[in-house]
């Protein structure tokens, strides 16, 4: 990265203090109504996207948000942003309750909480030329940086690794690993404390996904910039997190710092998440192979108890009856939390890394390739 950029934050922020999150979801619950019923439209059930999400995030960490699709990953992202109205819980932002609050008290801090979406076309206008992307919210925000807007927006392409004579271009005119990072540039353009990166990566080759990871992580750590990373790929989320909560079917399972989230997996799912990654190695991959039987089940109706019982090998009565809580347990580290009654043995599991692609194995080593 050539340059680091700085801009003020605006008036009436907060800090969280020392030790304390930046970021705090108690309970956290998305339910999206279902309607029916002729002549007259009534509600007739729920999706049950998010429910009961616990979640903590630090100034200046990466946690790493990992999952089947549908689990709830992205309605989480959203939910902290406030771009959703939550049905329950409490999220907590640098000490201030933020779950219901209103557009004014939401605006103070809505330049500290930015997101990178996963479609790096959709989310830039193509009416506007990039430099008019990466301003507006400059202009929203009523911020004047030293030596004006433009010559930022300049400067702000070059950090991402973009030519600052692209400002007057439009978004068709760039490739899709460039396009994220005009995303990054502009969740970039307020100097966020918080960036929810909702799987940047996954529309984009794998040689380019080496590039704007390494991005990410260089803005993460000459920034201080704390990341909720939502991703399907675990090789990517163990190269960028250092946390990392692994959810199924609208609830967190497991938490755990990284390299005791993948040498010791407790929660029988993400074991067989992590079993499913391809290694080199194909006879050991065999071996260690767990396919789940049937299909996620739905979120209109999850299972009682445990959800992931209807396709766990460990499953008894009491998993029907009682839903586990996520708590640490005896033989983990500490700050390693499961949602299981009846948990992993706490014995190594995997090896050092998980790499899907020889250009992801170059991320380990600093090595990109070019766009």
Same mark, same amino acid.
């Given at each position: 990265?050539?340059?680091?950029?700085?801009?003020?934050?605006?008036?009436?922020?907060?800090?969280?203090?020392?030790?304390?999150?930046?970021?705090?979801?108690?309970?956290?619950?998305?339910?999206?109504?279902?309607?029916?019923?002729?002549?007259?439209?009534?509600?007739?059930?729920?999706?049950?996207?998010?429910?009961?999400?616990?979640?903590?995030?630090?100034?200046?960490?990466?946690?790493?948000?990992?999952?089947?699709?549908?689990?709830?990953?992205?309605?989480?992202?959203?939910? @902290?942003?406030? *771009? #959703?109205?939550?049905?329950?819980?409490?999220?907590?932002? %640098?000490?201030?309750? /933020?779950? +219901?609050?209103?557009?004014?008290?939401?605006?103070?801090?809505?330049?500290?909480?930015?997101?990178?979406?996963?479609?790096?076309?959709?989310?830039?206008?193509?009416?506007?030329?990039?430099?008019?992307?990466?301003?507006?919210?400059?202009?929203?925000?009523?911020?004047?940086?030293?030596?004006?807007?433009?010559?930022?927006?300049?400067?702000?392409?070059?950090?991402?690794?973009?030519?600052?004579?692209?400002?007057?271009?439009?978004?068709?005119?760039?490739?899709?690993?460039?396009?994220?990072?005009?995303?990054?540039?502009?969740?970039?353009?307020?100097?966020?404390?918080?960036?929810?990166?909702?799987?940047?990566?996954?529309?984009?080759?794998?040689?380019?996904?080496?590039? @704007?990871?390494? *991005? #990410?992580?260089?803005?993460?750590?000459?920034?201080?910039? %704390?990341?909720?990373? /939502?991703? +399907?790929?675990?090789?990517?989320?163990?190269?960028?997190?250092?946390?990392?909560?692994?959810?199924?079917?609208?609830?967190?399972?497991?938490?755990?710092?990284?390299?005791?989230?993948?040498?010791?997996?407790?929660?029988?799912?993400?074991?067989?998440?992590?079993?499913?990654?391809?290694?080199?190695?194909?006879?050991?991959?065999?071996?260690?192979?767990?396919?789940?039987?049937?299909?996620?089940?739905?979120?209109?109706?999850?299972?009682?108890?445990?959800?992931?019982?209807?396709?766990?090998?460990?499953?008894?009565?009491?998993?029907?009856?009682?839903?586990?809580?996520?708590?640490?347990?005896?033989?983990?580290?500490?700050?390693?939390?499961?949602?299981?009654?009846?948990?992993?043995?706490?014995? #190594?599991?995997?090896?050092?890394?998980?790499?899907?692609?020889?250009?992801?194995?170059?991320?380990?080593?600093?090595?990109?390739?070019?766009?």
């Amino acid at each position: 990265m050539s340059k680091n950029v700085t801009l003020p934050h605006q008036q009436g922020s907060t800090d969280a203090g020392p030790g304390e999150p930046l970021l705090s979801v108690e309970g956290l619950e998305k339910h999206f109504p279902i309607y029916g019923g002729f002549p007259f439209r009534k509600q007739v059930g729920a999706v049950k996207a998010v429910d009961g999400v616990d979640l903590q995030i630090y100034p200046g960490e990466a946690l790493g948000v990992v999952g089947e699709s549908g689990c709830g990953k992205s309605t989480t992202g959203r939910l @902290v942003t406030r *771009l #959703l109205e939550p049905t329950g819980g409490k999220i907590t932002y %640098a000490g201030q309750d /933020i779950t +219901h609050a209103g557009r004014k008290q939401l605006a103070p801090i809505r330049s500290e909480i930015q997101m990178i979406f996963q479609d790096p076309f959709s989310s830039l206008n193509p009416r506007q030329t990039v430099g008019t992307i990466i301003k507006s919210p400059m202009e929203v925000n009523g911020i004047n940086p030293p030596g004006g807007r433009e010559t930022r927006v300049r400067e702000l392409l070059e950090t991402v690794g973009l030519n600052p004579e692209h400002y007057n271009r439009f978004p068709h005119e760039f490739s899709g690993g460039q396009r994220q990072r005009i995303g990054v540039a502009r969740a970039l353009a307020l100097e966020p404390k918080l960036i929810v990166a909702d799987e940047p990566v996954s529309a984009l080759d794998v040689s380019i996904q080496a590039q @704007v990871v390494n *991005l #990410l992580q260089k803005v993460q750590s000459e920034l201080g910039i %704390a990341f909720m990373f /939502i991703a +399907h790929d675990l090789a990517i989320v163990r190269h960028f997190s250092q946390r990392v909560a692994v959810m199924y079917l609208g609830k967190v399972v497991e938490v755990a710092d990284r390299d005791s989230l993948y040498t010791r997996p407790r929660h029988p799912y993400t074991h067989a998440l992590l079993s499913a990654v391809p290694e080199a190695d194909v006879d050991s991959a065999k071996k260690d192979r767990i396919r789940l039987s049937g299909d996620v089940p739905s979120p209109i109706m999850p299972p009682s108890g445990c959800r992931f019982r209807t396709r766990c090998w460990k499953a008894t009565e009491k998993c029907a009856s009682e839903d586990p809580p996520l708590v640490q347990i005896s033989g983990n580290r500490e700050g390693h939390l499961t949602a299981c009654h009846f948990p992993e043995e706490p014995t #190594l599991s995997r090896g050092k890394d998980v790499v899907l692609d020889p250009a992801l194995a170059a991320l380990e080593d600093g090595h990109t390739a070019k766009d």
